[in-house]
């Protein structure tokens, strides 16, 4: 039961990370798109 509830906060914590990830990498796409215009 422990363990099901630590894994169910990792996956959560994955998933919030990894938006994260995707709207740096966005971020920084356009940035440097912006810089090469």
């Known amino acids: 039961m422990r363990i099901e509830k630590l894994n ?4 959560v914590l994955f998933e919030e990370h990894s938006k ?3 709207i740096a990498k966005q ?6 798109r912006l810089l090469y215009l």
Not at 8 to 11: L, S
């Open 8 to 11: 169910k906060k990792k996956e």
């Open 20 to 22: 994260d990830y995707v």
């Open 27 to 32: 971020k920084i796409i356009n940035k440097s």
